[in-house]
């Protein structure tokens, strides 16, 4: 870890506030890894995060066990924590599991209108991301879009549940090898499912969904099936 990078995360030092537990450190971590900050296979220091944070290496390594229970970390023998390389079959399996979440919430939705002023923020934060080419930012967007849009369901559970799965998507996002072709044709479909929502029509929301997922799976598995394939240097 670099001193800019412990840097970083010292800035979410403020969030542990008194009652700093292994739970809270593992909510950071997460979310560093669904907004870029950690590449899969990343090795994870120790001394480096514990110190960033002002938390004992036992809370640590607590909060590793966690995120290893989520499938975003994994402990190799003699050689430490990393983020977590995903399967292609992960991929497949994510998108099935964001479809099951994502389109239920969308069709049990009550009635309009909808609280939809954090989803219109990430909307407008990956348009804008994506005018100055910046397909990271786009990605973290999306990922936020989504995120929010669970959120809807007002269930701390399905928010808990979904966290975790779009963490492991970033995992895939960090593969592709060209961002700007994976991630551009689904902004302006989170747009157009940000209208039907405001126009207060869940059924049209939901069928754009769908084919959202659908299509999503088909173009990050392809795109991550040749990345996985393409030679790799050795990991250090």
């Known amino acids: 870890m670099t001193a800019s990078e412990a840097g970083d995360l010292a800035d979410d030092r403020a969030l542990l506030g008194r009652t700093s537990t292994a739970e809270r450190v593992a909510d950071i971590l997460r979310n560093r890894v669904a907004e870029g900050y950690f590449p899969p296979g990343t090795r994870l220091?120790?001394?480096?995060?514990?110190?960033?944070?002002?938390?004992?290496?036992?809370?640590?390594?607590?909060s590793f066990r966690l995120l290893s229970r989520e499938r975003l970390l994994v402990h190799e023998l003699n050689r430490g924590v990393f983020v977590r390389v995903l399967a292609v079959d992960d991929v497949d399996d994510i998108h099935?599991?964001?479809?099951?979440?994502?389109?239920?919430?969308?069709?049990?939705?009550?009635?309009?209108?909808?609280?939809?002023?954090?989803?219109?923020?990430?909307?407008?934060?990956?348009?804008?991301?994506?005018?100055?080419?910046d397909w990271p930012g786009a990605a973290t967007a999306d990922i936020r879009f989504h995120r929010e849009l669970v959120a809807l369901a007002g269930s701390a559970r399905t928010d808990e549940l979904m966290r975790g799965v779009l963490a492991e998507l970033r995992l895939a996002f960090h593969m592709v090898d060209?961002?700007?072709?994976?991630?551009?044709?689904f902004l302006a479909r989170n747009r157009e499912i940000l209208d039907a929502l405001r126009a207060g029509d869940r059924t049209t929301a939901e069928r754009l969904l769908a084919r959202y997922l659908d299509d999503s799976r088909d173009r990050v598995a392809a795109a991550y099936a040749r990345a996985?394939?393409?030679?790799?240097a050795p990991r250090g």
């Open 45 to 62: 220091s120790e001394e480096g995060i514990a110190g960033a944070l002002g938390v004992s290496r036992n809370t640590l390594r607590e």
């Open 228 to 232: 996985v394939d393409a030679p790799k």
């Open 178 to 185: 060209d961002p700007r072709s994976l991630h551009e044709p």
């Open 96 to 133: 099935r599991t964001r479809r099951l979440v994502e389109c239920a919430v969308v069709r049990g939705l009550g009635r309009p209108p909808y609280a939809l002023g954090a989803l219109s923020a990430a909307v407008a934060d990956g348009e804008r991301a994506a005018l100055v080419g």
